[in-house]
């Protein structure tokens, strides 16, 4: 689909709009996934913002009074540095300057890095990104597809019915801008492999190359990547992608070595790679589909129509001519397998305290794309209509519980150790009926000022009463945070 077609009227307007209503909804209440990996990024922001600082060094001390040392990592000249590649701080630091200008913040505070104002933050920050990929998951499927209707639909089923609602748009990990770079890469190898333009594959292997700096475990997008180029015998251009990778990771490499960043997770990944025991991981793979406390399909079962997507594109292989379209979904189909196939080696394969499967988060918009073939290779009829209705609003719902119930109660209570993860998998009770039945909690929480110019936390919690049919407010609490221009 050529450029000034996908921007028509109607398309431009969808895409502001999708922006529009995702961010609005992302950030209706300030509540932020309960989580410690968003810290080192948040750290990294605000250091390099206020102290232009890659290193932890000047703020080590007061991480370690918090009990946080576990998410920095240190070299060998004792360097502290978050334990998240550092690229997510950086590309953060940008919205953390703004939003802190914009709440009357203009010097570095210790105290709020380490109150629930910066985890605030992170949330806006990782919503504002993910909304701008809700809008190009639209391209995306539109110039795949070319069908608006089923394109709007299968974006908004990925904006509030999958991982990108619960868990990407609400706290400052690598997700979000990984998702953001997935989208972008897809679309420039769409139009590298309609007008073969080599400078569209070396922009889509850079784009894909930051996604690897940021979040190790995307490599898996180049591998992907490579291997379809092959497959579609478009050998020269294959080495040009190498060569810009290997510019890139070298590049990269270099500027580690000078500023001495550390491995972080690096190690781990390549301890999980060196004790691959195959009926485990087969054991693992089932959790991390079918369990009720793990499982994708327990969670955000939408994604049976991707599974069924696949399998039609698998059947029709044989038959289907080599295009742009059979390398692209062959493209997304190895990303997919390459994500789950890693998921099930390591260690952490819940992905700590998740609200599902969340290392298969990366998956989403590839597995996504086969719900939007399924669409289009099937004869529109009531059932299936319904079906997919209730599949994304029980997907809605299971988001909705995330955001608004889940404290990660249920993890500290059940979980366990990693070597008890196969039977937590399965453990009673089941962690959303855990929220809904046993909790009936709902909370709340906005930052707020008043006409002081105080900045305070407005925070709220209901009971859900079944048996009065109501929700009722059983607490609330405003805490007091700074008074803008006054901060210590």
């Not at 693992?284 to 039609?312: A, K, T």
């Amino acid at each position: 689909m050529a450029i000034n077609k996908v921007f028509s009227k109607l398309n431009t307007i969808t895409f502001i709009l999708l922006f529009v209503f995702s961010y609005f909804i992302y950030t209706l209440h300030d509540n932020f996934y309960a989580t410690t990996d968003s810290l080192p990024n948040n750290y990294t922001a605000v250091n390099l913002v206020y102290n232009h600082k890659l290193n932890l060094n000047n703020i080590i001390e007061e991480v370690d009074k918090h009990g946080l040392i576990g998410v920095t990592s240190n070299n060998n000249q004792g360097d502290y540095f978050s334990k998240t590649p550092l690229l997510n701080g950086i590309f953060a630091a940008p919205f953390y300057l703004i939003s802190d200008k914009l709440n009357g913040i203009d010097t570095f505070h210790s105290e709020l890095l380490f109150n629930d104002y910066y985890q605030i933050t992170g949330k806006h920050y990782a919503s504002f990104i993910t909304s701008i990929t809700v809008s190009l998951v639209f391209i995306m499927l539109l110039i795949f597809f070319k069908n608006y209707l089923s394109s709007l639909i299968c974006t908004l089923i990925y904006a509030f019915s999958t991982f990108s609602y619960g868990t990407v748009s609400q706290g400052n990990w690598e997700h979000a801008p990984s998702f953001l770079l997935y989208a972008i890469s897809f679309i420039t190898l769409y139009y590298y492999l309609k007008t073969k333009k080599t400078s569209l594959l070396v922009f889509s292997t850079v784009v894909i190359s930051i996604s690897y700096f940021i979040r190790p475990l995307n490599v898996v997008f180049y591998v992907a990547l490579v291997i379809t180029l092959i497959f579609g015998k478009k050998y020269k251009h294959t080495l040009y992608s190498i060569l810009t990778f290997v510019i890139c990771f070298s590049t990269y490499t270099v500027f580690s070595n000078i500023i001495g960043i550390p491995n972080g997770y690096k190690n781990e990944i390549i301890d999980s790679l060196t004790h691959i025991n195959v009926v485990y991981s087969a054991k693992v793979l089932i959790d991390l589909l079918f369990s009720p406390n793990y499982g994708l399909f327990f969670f955000y079962p939408i994604f049976i129509f991707s599974l069924i997507g696949i399998i039609m594109f698998l059947i029709n292989f044989r038959n289907t001519k080599l295009s742009e379209e059979k390398l692209l979904l062959t493209y997304s189909l190895l990303v997919i397998t390459a994500i789950f196939s890693l998921d099930t080696i390591w260690w952490a394969w819940p992905g700590g305290y998740s609200w599902g499967p969340r290392l298969l988060s990366e998956a989403t918009i590839p597995m996504t794309l086969f719900i939007n073939y399924f669409l289009t290779k099937i004869k529109k009829n009531l059932p299936i209509t319904l079906t997919i209705i209730f599949l994304s609003i029980y997907g809605l719902f299971s988001n909705i519980l995330c955001i608004y119930a889940n404290n990660t109660e249920w993890h500290a209570l059940y979980m366990g150790a990693p070597s008890k993860y196969l039977v937590s998998a399965w453990s009673k009770p089941n962690i959303i009926p855990f929220y809904l039945f046993t909790r009936r909690s709902l909370r709340t929480q906005i930052l707020k000022s008043n006409s002081l110019n105080q900045k305070y936390f407005e925070q709220k919690t209901y009971l859900l009463e079944y048996s009065k049919m109501r929700i009722t407010k059983v607490f609330e609490t405003n805490t007091l945070l700074y008074t803008e221009n006054q901060l210590p």
